[in-house]
């Protein structure tokens, strides 16, 4: 197969040829890896930080400003977002198996725990415990104080479920399937201001409940009542004018 040179040469062009122009794709796009932080930290998940979200989504991003053989107009957003968006998942997984470890080794504990209080008639001592289970007493410190509340992405990171979800078809995807949105922008803009702020900060900004509760200085279940009354007053004006 003939390579095309020229073609090389122009996609190559745009590839970036210092580390000045790598920082500064990086600087240019960090607010969407706090975002995208942000948005899935707001799922509550017992032991995940804020830092390692954000750490892990930088180093996707640098990643990404260092491979992308292109413009950044040329679909690096999209490329990054989904990089970094990705990278956070990773991590989410990774607490997941430390966690399932530590549910492990507290489900040992406890059965060791429970042998020797038949045995010995009363509380086994930390010592003893530490013993039968041939591990350190700071390791027996670990365990007891791991947490095992553990739960599944889908539980955690799914924006379906309660706290989101809406009776009746979301018109947003609705409208993106029959590829109308100057009628999905007319009827927006018959709403009032706060419930249209809602929806922009949910589906085009992508905030989360609690993160748009701290924009609006509200508490999270009034976000969730102006949601649902957005998205019902939308349906409502979308039906009215057939749609």
């Not at 080794?105 to 009363?122: D, I, S, W």
């Not at 748009?212 to 949601?227: F, G, K, M, T």
Request: glycine fraction near 6%; aromatic fraction near 6%.
């Amino acid at each position: 197969m003939k390579h095309d040179p020229t073609g090389f040469a122009e996609a190559n062009a745009y590839a970036p040829t210092s580390q000045a122009e790598v920082e500064r794709r990086v600087r240019q796009f960090l607010p969407l890896v706090r975002r995208a932080a942000w948005h899935i930290y707001g799922t509550g998940r017992d032991g995940l930080e804020i830092e390692d979200l954000i750490q892990a989504g930088i180093v996707a991003l640098t990643e990404c400003a260092q491979k992308h053989n292109g413009p950044v107009e040329d679909g690096f957003a999209a490329y990054a977002k989904l990089r970094v968006r990705g990278a956070m998942l990773d991590q989410i997984r990774k607490l997941m198996n430390d966690t399932r470890t530590a549910r492990k080794k507290r489900a040992a504990f406890e059965r060791t725990a429970e042998v020797l209080r038949g045995h010995l008639g009363r509380e086994p001592t930390r010592a003893e415990t530490a013993n039968v289970m041939q591990i350190s007493d700071a390791e027996l410190l670990e365990i007891e104080n791991s947490s095992v509340s553990v739960s599944s992405i889908s539980e955690e990171y799914d924006e379906a479920n309660s706290a989101f979800a809406s009776e009746g078809p979301d018109p947003f995807e609705v409208l993106s399937g029959e590829e109308d949105r100057e009628r999905l922008v007319e009827a927006m803009g018959q709403l009032p201001d706060r419930l249209k702020l809602v929806l922009q900060l949910f589906f085009v900004e992508e905030l989360n409940l609690t993160e748009i509760a701290a924009v609006l200085e509200v508490s999270v279940p009034r976000v969730h009542q102006l949601r649902a009354k957005a998205l019902e007053d939308l349906r409502g004006l979308l039906e009215r004018t057939n749609l």
